[in-house]
Nanobody, 119 residues
Framework: QVQLVESGGGLVQPGGSLRLSCAAS????????MGWYRQAPGKERELVAV???????NYEDSVKGRFTISRDNARNTAYLQMNSLRPEDTAVYYC?????????????WGQGTQVTVSS
């Protein structure tokens, strides 16, 4: 019921910045939270940042003060501004959305976008 498309990944030098975008379509009015996860090779997928409709946010400890999640006025696009990037930030970044569909909460995922931090 919800489709997510990420963009904005790429190669950046340590200390550089990238801005990821995630566009949601479908039953967007049912979305109550959007967020970003990442997965590095051989590692577990982990939460990076999430924002609920109230505007409250939560961040993984290692990105606090460096990354900022935001959503547009229609709440159908999420952004992740990534500053002061480190090599350990290298991962595939996935957008996700939580939606209330009927009596159920469903989680949707984008296809992922590669972020590589290297000199």
């Amino acid at each position: 019921q919800v489709q997510l498309v990420e963009s904005g990944g790429g190669l950046v030098q340590p200390g550089g910045s990238l801005r990821l975008s995630c566009a949601a379509s479908g039953n967007i009015f049912s979305i109550y939270a959007m967020g970003w996860y990442r997965q590095a090779p051989g590692k577990e997928r982990e939460l990076v940042a999430v924002m609920v409709n109230s505007g409250a946010t939560n961040y993984e400890d290692s990105v606090k003060g460096r990354f900022t999640i935001s959503r547009d006025n229609a709440r159908n696009t999420a952004y992740l501004q990534m500053n002061s990037l480190r090599p350990e930030d290298t991962a595939v970044y996935y957008c996700n959305a939580a939606a209330a569909l009927g009596s159920n909460t469903r989680i949707f995922w984008g296809q992922g976008t590669q972020v590589t931090v290297s000199s």
